[in-house]
């Protein structure tokens, strides 16, 4: 996404009002009909066969219930209809001054209902993306994506907008009646309206305008070249010589005219590079799976360049001033302490990790004198320390490990997950879960769809959307979008409304009217062959319950806006509570809650290898945050910048493992588009999730009164409190809300090293 996007929309997706009666009536029967029984999560995902959702029926609601998205054609006119809604809330903020005081105290209301109203349909277009089986629905929802874009990137200059809006911060009067989360908004909303360039000429700020495109172009061409399949290696025949005599005949390689052509990230590469003897085969494997396209390498070199040309354009020194001055570590410089102190205490172990790999390859090529290790070595001489349970437990199906989490979050949070009927056409795919949330006092608080099984065209790796974040709505006041005639007309305006939210609901306990959240998870689990799920290897247990992190993060984030909902929050501290998630796997208590006698697997047990090699991983997490704000400070902007030397360079002078000349490994590192100067975010919120684990949850994880503290002093708020704040709360350390130089200081002295085991999973 574009730095300086108003109107973000990332995680904010949601659907609007059906106009079917029968659809209502529909959805409340699912409702009423929830299972009380966390068990039936079980045959839910493992019970694989398709749920009843497509086989050619006939559409009777369309994907989310959206009325107007039973078709792919229709994504066109879902687009269209939302500009159109949109350009009425743009008018009415422009021309709030103009009507007087009470219009002025709805602006920031209203810019938060257009920035949902346009999320609608944008972060919906980028779930069917990468995840809808058909390409005509994704070249549908590309379409839309692209138009709405466009929208919005007059939007982010709209000098009548942000006008209004600084009037509105500067009135006082308005002011002093906000409560710190519309404040809070409103500043967001300001920042990014800063950050578009807004002072600048109407020359200069058309050249901004078309900067920030170019970039959305680079970063949709670099992330395609991230995805693109890297050539084979060519091997000889006699190359592969320590993996037995009929190493070729096992791996089923076929060699013709006396090569053998090895595709990377293949069994087969996995296989040679593990072997200590293939060191030339080796070498041409790590070489053909870390080099790119000189065309690649063009494409992130102009993209690194036009971002610190956007920030030079905004009165930035660099694109990473220009990003981080609202996360928590404020400046690079501030960054640039925190990843100082993380390599002062992990370097000297990672020389040491590389010397001990030194001697093992001495032993294993019964070499005289210790060798040089090099980037190809690392999987045949540092055995990686493969995630594990805490205790021996049966392996774990998907379905059992919903239900622990359901129980664990009982514990936590008073909340079950209970399955949900799906309507035909709500969803993209039949191998699609859908789950309610309920709260034990609250009721059902929102939707999650999983998604679990790899297949073509859909995205690799598991990621969380937010489909509908959480606003209270009964405030809209929607007739004042409108003239007084188009509302006397009354059914003339009924189009323009299409695209209003339809999930509203009274909450218990609260005031008003909200749209409850829906998330959606996605993940690329293989398929299994039978009818039943397969069980899970413990990485991929890690890996739903960090998204399930977010997802509740998305769930419990119940704020009156929007735009500061659940995981819309500072980039630098939304992987908190995610990764907080995996630190409740390494007790036995949360463990025992995921099985039960009927469970017939095989035993998972503790692994018993050395963690020597652990280090190695956090180390490179450090290399990646460097290159990181490397190449996005002002070296980009000189004429001699290549991010390959520059990333050669970092590697001979940081790392123990020495740049392998001919490779550009950065040109696949797709973090530098999605998340550009923020990479060192991992590692700071891994930092403080270790502190709160070790505070609050290590003594006893299923305590009750220490979920509402996480729960109320940082998951409620999403993005409506600074986050330095929460983090001070829960930890009950008032110094760190200062958020300065010196909380970044102190972050980067806990230690983390103890929980590696996703490290590098991200």
């Not at 302490?337 to 990790?353: G, K, Y």
């Not at 789950?435 to 769809?449: F, T």
């Not at 799920?533 to 739903?544: H, K, N, P, R, Y």
Request: aromatic share 8%.
């Amino acid at each position: 996404m574009l730095s300086g996007t108003i109107f973000r929309f990332k995680g904010c997706l949601r659907a609007p009002k059906p106009r079917s009666p029968l659809l209502r009536a529909s959805y409340a029967t699912t409702l009423q009909n929830a299972s009380q029984d966390d068990q039936a999560l079980v045959p839910l995902f493992d019970q694989v066969k398709s749920n009843p959702n497509g086989n050619g029926l006939e559409p009777i609601t369309g994907l989310f219930h959206h009325p107007l998205l039973r078709h792919p054609s229709q994504f066109k006119i879902a687009a269209t209809l939302t500009v159109n809604r949109a350009q009425r809330l743009v008018d009415r903020i422009a021309n709030a001054p103009s009507v007087g005081p009470s219009e002025m105290r709805k602006v920031v209301k209203n810019l938060d209902r257009l920035s949902d109203l346009l999320c609608s349909v944008i972060d919906l277009s980028e779930l069917v993306r990468s995840a809808h089986p058909e390409p005509v629905w994704s070249e549908s929802a590309n379409e839309a994506y692209e138009m709405l874009c466009e929208f919005m990137a007059v939007l982010n200059t709209h000098v009548g907008l942000s006008n209004t809006l600084k009037q509105v911060l500067a009135d006082q009067s308005i002011v002093k009646d906000m409560s710190t989360e519309e404040y809070q908004t409103g500043l967001v909303f300001w920042r990014d309206f800063v950050r578009s360039g807004l002072d600048l000429s109407p020359s200069e700020r058309d050249r901004f305008v078309s900067l920030s495109s170019e970039i959305l172009t680079l970063g949709r061409t670099f992330l395609n070249g991230v995805a693109t399949p890297r050539r084979p290696a060519i091997l000889k025949p006699d190359e592969i010589v320590g993996t037995g005599g009929g190493a070729i005949g096992r791996m089923k390689i076929k060699a013709f005219r006396r090569v053998i052509e090895i595709q990377p990230g293949t069994q087969q590469a996995h296989i040679i590079m593990q072997s200590p003897e293939e060191d030339a085969a080796r070498r041409k494997i790590y070489m053909a799976s870390n080099s790119s396209t000189r065309e690649q390498e063009e494409v992130l070199n102009r993209l690194l360049q036009a971002r610190a040309e956007l920030a030079m354009l905004g009165g930035k020194e660099s694109f990473s001033h220009m990003v981080l001055e609202d996360k928590m570590a404020k400046s690079p410089e501030n960054v640039q302490q925190f990843l100082d102190m993380r390599m002062l205490h992990t370097r000297p172990r990672a020389n040491e990790a590389v010397q001990l790999m030194s001697f093992l390859k001495m032993k294993a090529l019964r070499l005289q004198h210790q060798p040089q290790i090099y980037a190809w070595d690392r999987e045949a001489f540092a055995t990686p320390a493969r995630p594990s349970p805490p205790i021996p437990i049966r392996a774990l199906t998907a379905g059992r490990v919903f239900m622990g989490l359901s129980r664990l979050f009982k514990h936590l949070y008073g909340l079950s997950l209970r399955p949900a009927d799906i309507l035909v056409g709500e969803v993209w795919h039949s191998d699609v879960r859908k789950l309610e949330v309920v709260h034990e006092d609250e009721g059902v608080i929102g939707w999650i769809y999983v998604d679990l099984y790899r297949r073509v065209g859909k995205a690799a790796g598991a990621a969380h959307y937010t489909v509908v974040c959480s606003r209270r709505t009964d405030d809209d006041d929607e007739p004042g979008d409108f003239t007084a005639a188009e509302i006397a007309n009354g059914p003339s305006i009924e189009t323009m409304r299409e695209m209003l939210p339809f999930n509203r609901y009274k909450v218990q306990g609260r005031p008003g009217t909200y749209q409850l959240p829906m998330a959606v998870l996605l993940f690329d689990f293989p398929r299994p062959y039978s009818d039943r799920s397969a069980t899970l290897e413990w990485q991929d247990v890690l890996t739903i319950c960090h998204e399930m992190g977010h997802a509740m993060h998305s769930m419990l984030g119940r704020t009156n806006f929007q735009n500061v909902s659940g995981t819309r929050c500072a980039t630098d501290f939304v992987e908190l509570p995610s990764i907080l998630m995996e630190y409740f796997l390494t007790s036995p208590t949360v463990i025992s809650l995921f099985t039960d006698n009927n469970t017939t697997h095989p035993i998972q047990s503790p692994q018993d290898t050395d963690n020597t090699f652990a280090v190695l991983d956090s180390h490179t997490q450090l290399l990646l945050s460097y290159m990181d704000q490397i190449y996005h400070s002002t070296l980009p902007l000189e004429p001699s910048f290549d991010s390959t030397t520059t990333y050669a360079e970092l590697l001979n002078s940081k790392s123990p493992i020495p740049y392998a000349p001919g490779t550009s490994w950065q040109t696949q590192f797709g973090h530098l588009y999605s998340y550009g100067a923020q990479y060192y975010s991992y590692m700071l919120d891994r930092a403080i999730a270790g502190r709160v684990w070790h505070k609050l949850f290590a003594k006893n994880p299923l305590d009750r009164q220490a979920g509402e503290k996480f729960r109320s002093s940082v998951l409620v708020h999403g993005g409506g409190k600074d986050p330095w704040e929460m983090v001070g709360d829960v930890l009950d350390q008032e110094e760190l809300k200062e958020g300065d130089a010196a909380a970044m200081k102190e972050v980067g002295r806990w230690s983390v090293e103890d929980d590696v085991a996703a490290t590098m999973r991200l």
